[in-house]
């Protein structure tokens, strides 16, 4: 009877090799020459070598017996071309990884066992200089390859492996995995079930919450995440991704910049040079892709969205948002169920009122708002709409300007060059007239504020 090897075969979705159908539990048979990565079965002796020929993000994998003639490649991996080959068994990923320990335990002098691990079905690994390695987790791995380094795993099913120098990877959680391949750098988890990635030099990547990752690519940077269920990611230079709310996100991709986040269910992201997205609002939303801008949010079901350069959108009440798309410019909103929008260059909306909304559309213009239930709106370049009273007002200043106002109560006024808009409502709120006049036209004057009577007709108010 010919020898039986133990070894282990990757395939496609479909458990294909070389177009080549198996069966699990089924053995197959070649005819003719068996030559090594020529013809026959291949298979490899370490489940680890498998992945060089499949991914594991999208094969299969099984337990093989290989045996009839057998062949090797000079100088190669453990892979094997054998006349016979028998499908034991298809292996889940975490069963296939655990094949591979236990084949690396089979090649250990056991007489150094207990200088390298603690825990059982383990390993701590180390080959730097004045360095560690210290594992005491079940099923798990601590290896480092750097000098003056650390990886130390507590973890049960878990790893924690460190290749730079002067450097640390820390895990204590189960099922979790703290990786760091940057020089003076360190990746910490504390979680269950979650990842603490960096590939940074002099940078962080740090996770304490269940079923979260907190990953950092960029250089002298941070990711931090305290929240479960959740994320922080930072691929920019000399920045930092925050979060410590749970199912949330805070994301960065800029340089010399932040995104921060403590709401639950919420995210913050920025992709903008010397940038910010702070969100501290639940259920809510903080976004900036301008550079050298902000956007921050502090209400619950709310939102600040910036995308201008050189510009802030800022909003704290509940329930509503702030949005800037201009350059050198901001929209604020510190009121609920509100909104203070912006799109024009070197402007600014800003809403301060309950139930209102602030909206600017023209550059060098302002549109302000500080009353409840009103507006402020303004479309013309270097211009302004105000409100500052309940029920509705506003204001232009700007040639070419209009000024609406139309609420109840609502009162209105221009400059030389614009014009007014105002309606009469009865005490229901039910619309009764509305009329519209330029500055100089039906006697209205520059600069004075009017209102409609109950007959529909301008006059003069404070």
Same mark, same amino acid.
């Given at each position: 009877?010919?020898?039986?090897?133990?070894?282990?075969?990757?395939?496609?979705?479909?458990?294909?090799?070389?177009?080549?159908?198996?069966?699990?539990?089924?053995?197959?048979?070649?005819?003719?020459?068996?030559?090594?990565?020529?013809?026959?079965?291949?298979?490899?002796?370490?489940?680890?070598?498998?992945?060089?020929?499949?991914?594991?993000?999208?094969?299969?994998?099984?337990?093989?017996?290989?045996?009839?003639?057998?062949?090797?490649?000079?100088?190669?991996?453990?892979?094997?071309?054998?006349?016979?080959?028998?499908?034991?068994?298809?292996?889940?990923?975490?069963?296939?990884?655990?094949?591979?320990?236990?084949?690396?335990?089979?090649?250990?002098?056991?007489?150094?066992?207990?200088?390298?691990?603690?825990?059982?079905?383990?390993?701590?690994?180390?080959?730097?200089?004045?360095?560690?390695?210290?594992?005491?987790?079940? %099923?798990?791995?601590?290896?480092? $390859? !750097?000098?003056? @380094?650390? /990886? +130390? *795993? &507590? #973890?049960? =099913?878990?790893?924690?492996?460190?290749?730079?120098?002067?450097?640390?990877?820390?895990?204590?959680?189960?099922?979790?995995?703290?990786?760091?391949?940057?020089?003076?750098?360190?990746?910490?988890?504390?979680?269950?079930?979650?990842?603490?990635?960096?590939?940074?030099?002099?940078?962080?990547?740090?996770?304490?919450?269940?079923?979260?990752?907190?990953?950092?690519?960029?250089?002298?940077?941070?990711?931090?995440?305290?929240?479960?269920?959740?994320?922080?990611?930072?691929?920019?230079?000399?920045?930092?991704?925050?979060?410590?709310?749970?199912?949330?996100?805070?994301?960065?991709?800029?340089?010399?910049?932040?995104?921060?986040?403590?709401?639950? %269910?919420?995210?913050?992201?920025? $992709? !903008?040079?010397? @940038?910010? /997205? +702070? *969100? &501290? #609002?639940? =259920?809510?939303?903080?976004?900036?892709?301008?550079?050298?801008?902000?956007?921050?949010?502090?209400?619950?079901?709310?939102?600040?969205?910036?995308?201008?350069?050189?510009?802030?959108?800022?909003?704290?009440?509940?329930?509503?948002?702030?949005?800037?798309?201009?350059?050198?410019?901001?929209?604020?909103?510190?009121?609920?169920?509100?909104?203070?929008?912006?799109?024009?260059?070197?402007?600014?909306?800003?809403?301060?009122?309950?139930?209102?909304?602030?909206?600017?559309?023209?550059?060098?213009?302002?549109?302000?708002?500080?009353?409840?239930?009103?507006?402020?709106?303004?479309?013309?370049?270097?211009?302004?709409?105000?409100?500052?009273?309940?029920?509705?007002?506003?204001?232009?200043? !700007?040639?070419? @300007?209009? /000024?609406?106002?139309? #609420?109840?109560?609502?009162?209105?006024?221009?400059?030389?060059?614009?014009?007014?808009?105002?309606?009469?409502?009865?005490?229901?709120?039910?619309?009764?007239?509305?009329?519209?006049?330029?500055?100089?036209?039906?006697?209205?004057?520059?600069?004075?504020?009017?209102?409609?009577?109950?007959?529909?007709?301008?006059?003069?108010?404070?």
């Amino acid at each position: 009877m010919t020898k039986e090897i133990v070894t282990f075969k990757g395939f496609n979705k479909d458990l294909k090799c070389r177009d080549f159908q198996f069966e699990i539990g089924k053995t197959f048979h070649h005819d003719g020459k068996v030559e090594a990565c020529v013809s026959g079965f291949h298979a490899c002796e370490c489940p680890f070598d498998v992945f060089s020929y499949y991914s594991p993000a999208d094969s299969r994998f099984a337990e093989t017996i290989s045996f009839g003639i057998t062949d090797r490649e000079e100088d190669g991996d453990t892979k094997i071309a054998s006349a016979s080959i028998t499908i034991k068994a298809e292996l889940t990923h975490p069963q296939f990884i655990q094949r591979g320990i236990e084949w690396i335990w089979s090649k250990i002098d056991k007489s150094l066992e207990q200088q390298i691990m603690c825990g059982n079905w383990s390993a701590a690994t180390n080959t730097g200089n004045r360095s560690a390695a210290t594992n005491t987790g079940y %099923w798990s791995a601590a290896t480092n $390859t !750097g000098n003056r @380094s650390a /990886a +130390t *795993n &507590t #973890g049960d =099913r878990s790893a924690a492996t460190n290749t730079g120098d002067c450097s640390a990877a820390t895990n204590t959680g189960n099922r979790s995995a703290a990786t760091n391949t940057g020089d003076r750098s360190a990746a910490t988890n504390t979680g269950y079930w979650s990842a603490a990635t960096n590939t940074g030099n002099r940078s962080a990547a740090t996770n304490t919450g269940d079923r979260s990752a907190a990953t950092n690519t960029g250089y002298w940077s941070a990711a931090t995440n305290t929240g479960n269920w959740s994320a922080a990611t930072n691929t920019g230079n000399r920045s930092a991704a925050t979060n410590t709310g749970d199912r949330s996100a805070a994301t960065n991709t800029g340089d010399w910049s932040a995104a921060t986040n403590t709401g639950n %269910w919420s995210a913050a992201t920025n $992709t !903008g040079n010397r @940038s910010a /997205a +702070t *969100n &501290t #609002g639940d =259920r809510s939303a903080a976004t900036n892709t301008g550079d050298c801008s902000a956007a921050t949010n502090t209400g619950d079901w709310s939102a600040a969205t910036n995308t201008g350069d050189w510009s802030a959108a800022t909003n704290t009440g509940n329930w509503s948002a702030a949005t800037n798309t201009g350059n050198r410019s901001a929209a604020t909103n510190t009121g609920d169920r509100s909104a203070a929008t912006n799109t024009g260059d070197r402007s600014a909306a800003t809403n301060t009122g309950d139930c209102s909304a602030a909206t600017n559309t023209g550059d060098r213009s302002a549109a302000t708002n500080t009353g409840y239930w009103s507006a402020a709106t303004n479309t013309g370049n270097r211009s302004a709409a105000t409100n500052t009273g309940d029920l509705s007002a506003a204001e232009v200043s !700007g040639s070419q @300007s209009v /000024a609406a106002s139309l #609420g109840i109560k609502g009162k209105s006024r221009a400059s030389e060059g614009g014009a007014i808009v105002l309606c009469y409502r009865d005490k229901n709120g039910e619309l009764i007239h509305i009329r519209a006049s330029k500055v100089g036209e039906n006697g209205i004057m520059p600069n004075t504020w009017y209102q409609l009577n109950e007959d529909g007709e301008f006059v003069e108010c404070e």
